[in-house]
Structure formats: C-alpha cells, structure tokens
C-alpha cells in the first residue's frame, strides 16, 4: 500500500498547483523509493520511460507547418469562410464536426483532428467566426468559452469514436489484456459493442452544444446591456 | 530500413533550433532558461539512446527543475499583424486549407501505403513505425510546398513554430513525462494496490453492483492515472473478470469494450490527461488549466451512467 502515497504527492501538488513536471518528478521518486528503490534509480528509472515515450511528444512537429499557415492567414480565412455559410451557427458547426471526427476516427483516422492540426488553426477560429456574425463582437470570456468548447467537442469525438475501429490501440489492448487471463474475444466484438455508446454520446454532447448556441446568445445580450449601461 | 529514429531526429534538430532562436530572442528576459529547455528536450530526442538510463533521467530532472523555478518566459518571434494575416487570407483563400490538410493526407496515406516500399526483400520503412514516420513526412512534404507556395523568409517556419512551442511551454512534455511516471508507478506496484484497495472498498455482493464497481472504478482509476490504457488491466484483473464474468457469467468483449468507454469519461475529466485537457489550453490561451474539462465534464459524467446502465441491461444477456 505504501507506493500509493505517490498517488497523493501527484494529487495534492497538482492541486495546490505546483509545477506539473516538478509534481511528477516527485511521486516518481515517492512510489519508487516507497517501493524499496534507491532514489538514483528511480531517477534512471523514469529516465528510460521518459526515452521510450518519445513518440508521445512527436505530434508537435506539425508545429512549424501550422504556425507558417497562420502567418499567411489560416485562422482569418477559417474565421470569415465559415461566416459566408447562412444557418451557421456555433453549436451546429461543432455538432457536424463531432459527427465528422466521430467517422472519422471510427474508420481509424485520429490523425485528421486533434488540437495542434485542427484545433487551434481551425475550428476554434470558425467556431469564434460564426458567433462574431451572428452575435456581433463578443467579449473575451465568452470567445474563450467558445474555444473550450471547440478543444472538447474534437476530444469526445475521438473518446467515443475510435474504439469503433478495430485495429485500434485500445481494441487490441482490451484483446491482449483479456487474452492474458485465459478469456478471448474478437476485435469486432469489442468494436460492435463500442456503437450503442457513440451514438448516446453524439445525441448527449449534440443536445449540450445545440443549448451552447442559446447560451452564447444570452450572454451576447449581457455583455451589448452592459456596454449601453457604460456608455450612459 | 528507415525507423522512428529519423523522427526523432528530425523533432531534436527543431527543439535545437528551437533552442538558438530563444537564446537570440532579447525580448524574453529568461531567455536562458527558456533556451536550456528546449536545448535539453533537443538533446533528448536526438541523443536520447546513448545517454543512458540515468543520463536521461537527468534530463528529466533538469526540465522539470527549469519549468518549476521561475519560469521560461515567453519569445516574440517575429511574426505577421492581424492586419497582414486578414489580407493573406484573402489572397492566398481557400489553398491554405488544402495546405494543412497535406499532413494528414500523406500520414494517411503513408501509413496505408509504406508497405509496398521495399528495398531488396526488407522493408523500406519500419512497419511498426509506420504511423509516426508518415507523419514527419507528411509535415516535410507540406513545409516544402507551402514554402514554395507562400515564399516566406527561410527561417519563419521555425520562428512561428516557436512561437507556438514557448506557448504550449513545460505543457508540451507534460503528457511524455505522464506516460513515464506510469511507468514508473507500474515498477512500484501501485497498480496492484489501488486494485486491492477497490476490491475492498466497493460492494460486489450483486450484478449491479459489480458493474457499478467496475465502471466507477475505470473512471476513477483513470481520472487519478490519466490514461484509461493505464486502469484497464488492473480493474479488468481485480474486479472485472472475477466478478462480472466469473462470478456473475458476464459477457467479457461487452464488459471489455464498454469497461474501456467508461475509463474514457475519466480521461475528459482529469488534467493528468493532460494531452487533451491541458495541451489545448494552452494552445488556445486559456488561462483557465481547468477550461476544456469544464466544457466537457457534463458530457463525461452522463456518458458514465450511460455506459453503467448500457453494460448492466446487456452484459448479463449475451
């Protein structure tokens, strides 16, 4: 039991908002000696999972493509494309993305969403775009709410999406860990009973951002009251 | 055979890049510090096999000690106005979305056509690596024809990827140094102790309360590892499979796929998951770490009874 109190060096210090990286260096070093190793390997420890997990970090290399595309006007040609569209708006926009980026990851393209790709250069900015047209100029909270909304619609997607494909990492871990304790069932059973949860997940996160649209509205309202207010 | 060390390679040479850049950037106060990071994250992908496993443990200390004692500080790369970037778009239109879609259509591509590519009778690219070096390839590909295409100075690409690499900051090893704290806490044993710990905790006298015990305990495993890949074998082997299958003649692939489901309502929950819950905060300039798990906490939590109630009226009946 002893180890799990690196578990609660990890919680209390992302908490009280330590440094993140400080925090995990941290409960490595207390699960690791809890556990009855000396600190230098833990250190050595971490060290060879942190090499082996270099592939996690590889996504950022779009990096330099996506920041040239904005330099030359991604995100401005993002912004007014999506506001020439009549009936656009910013919860029906996110809701045909989340449909989309759940097909797509169903058929085992992760790679065409996710927030360096998509995100942040896309739907975020079309997703801000289509308000502004509608709405007029929105104040800075509510565009951050409307960016937030854009990151977690492209992650639910996903969530609820990829376990529908069946070459998937998580398919065949669910395989291999059951295969392990004697018990074997095929990929596309798993990959069936994934279905019935993608669709109530579309219907409930839908239902949430078709009532984002009326929110937005409601608070482009407070925030037009609110400047009138100032200006009187 | 090209492997993943060419990726590598190329991801260490843009950190060293990176690296330069900031050290040359005065408009960054801690441009020392800020440099020294990404300098050691470049020598970690480009060296990080012949340093030892203490050599890169070492590296990680000195991130982690860069990033949590005063902080990096932000570079301005030279970079377009608004004003500019209205005007590139309505010159350049609808052909810088066929741009950034050439990443994702030749990591596509790559990844389903690299096995034809043989030199003699081994493989040209590595099959196992195939996704990832598709990738790099993929933003080479679009890096040379959106250079010939817009005709920007040589080095904009990896000043505007450093502006957005100093934005996501000590975020962008936050989710390698999560994968590497899960190994270590695997080393440690802490999975068997949180499995012996739910079994005691959570009642499994009844069917439902074995799947709620299950599902429950994917999530909350998760939400505490951050990754549902993490909680999975540990709740499959402690509750799962005795209980449900074993005990109560469950149908394992439904309990499998809908046990993995309900570990994913804790990863958009959690900011330990930090690549989709803290990376785009970050990319977005949220200040709120907490603003996209927010916006999906509600969908998260329904998605759980969903996934409780959708495993408890099918398991049992198939």
């Known amino acids: 039991m002893l180890p799990l109190i690196g578990i609660a060096v990890l919680t209390i210090g992302f908490t009280v908002r330590l440094n993140p990286l400080a925090v995990i260096v941290a409960a490595a070093l207390t699960s690791g000696v809890l556990a009855g190793m000396a600190p230098l390997a833990v250190i050595a420890h971490l060290g060879k999972a942190f090499n082996d997990s270099r592939y996690v970090t590889l996504a950022f290399v779009a990096l330099p493509v996506i920041g040239l595309l904005e330099r030359h006007g991604l995100q401005a040609r993002a912004r007014t494309r999506i506001a020439q569209l009549a009936g656009a708006t910013t919860g029906r926009l996110l809701i045909l993305y989340l449909a989309l980026r759940q097909i797509t990851c169903a058929l085992g393209l992760l790679a065409l969403g996710g927030p360096v790709q998509m995100v942040r250069p896309v739907l975020a900015p079309m997703a801000e775009g289509v308000a502004q047209a509608r709405l007029g100029s929105l104040p800075p909270p509510v565009l951050r709410l409307i960016r937030a909304h854009a990151a977690a619609t492209d992650n639910v997607g996903q969530m609820f999406g990829e376990d529908i494909f069946i070459a998937l990492a998580s398919i065949l871990l669910i395989k291999g860990v059951l295969h392990q304790e004697g018990v074997d069932v095929a990929p596309l059973q798993l990959s069936m009973w994934a279905i019935p949860s993608a669709i109530a997940a579309f219907l409930i996160h839908g239902a949430r951002l078709s009532r984002l649209d009326k929110r937005l509205a409601r608070l482009a309202a407070e925030s037009a009251d609110a400047e009138r207010q100032a200006g009187e | ?318």
């Open chain 2, 1 to 318: 055979m090209i492997g993943v060390g060419a990726v590598y390679a190329l991801a260490g040479l843009m950190f060293a890049a990176f690296a330069v850049f900031t050290l040359r950037d005065p408009t960054n106060p801690k441009r020392y510090r800020r440099s020294a990071f990404w300098a050691l994250l470049g020598l970690s992908f480009l060296a990080g096999d012949r340093l030892g496993d203490l050599g890169d443990g070492l590296i990680v200390v000195g991130l982690a000690g860069l990033a949590a004692v005063g902080g990096l500080g932000l570079g301005k790369p030279q970079t377009t106005t608004p004003a500019e970037r209205v005007e590139g778009a309505q010159r350049w239109g609808d052909r810088l979305f066929w741009l950034a879609l050439i990443v994702p259509a030749v990591a596509l591509a790559g990844t389903l056509g690299f096995k034809a590519l043989h030199v003699g009778a081994s493989p040209l690219i590595d099959p196992k690596q195939a996704s990832v070096i598709a990738l790099a390839l993929g933003v080479v590909v679009a890096l040379v024809v959106a250079m010939l295409m817009l005709r920007p100075p040589l080095s904009a690409p990896l000043q505007e990827g450093r502006r957005l690499a100093d934005l996501v900051g000590w975020a962008l090893v936050l989710p390698q140094m999560l994968a590497a704290l899960g190994a270590v806490f695997a080393l440690a044993g802490v999975g068997q102790s949180v499995s012996h710990l739910v079994g005691a905790v959570l009642p499994s006298t009844s069917p439902a309360a074995a799947v709620i015990a299950y599902t429950v305990g994917m999530a909350g495993f998760t939400l505490v590892m951050g990754n549902a890949f993490a909680a999975f074998p540990v709740m499959t082997a402690g509750v799962g499979l005795p209980l449900i299958v074993h005990k109560f003649g469950g149908d394992p692939a439904i309990m499998g796929a809908l046990g993995m489901l309900s570990g994913f309502c804790g990863t958009l929950l959690t900011p330990m998951a930090a690549n989709f819950n803290i990376v785009p905060t970050t990319l977005l300039e949220l200040p709120d770490r907490w603003a996209v798990i927010k916006a999906q906490a509600p969908t998260a939590l329904l998605m759980l009874i969903v996934n409780t109630a959708l495993m408890y009226a099918l398991v049992f009946r198939f």
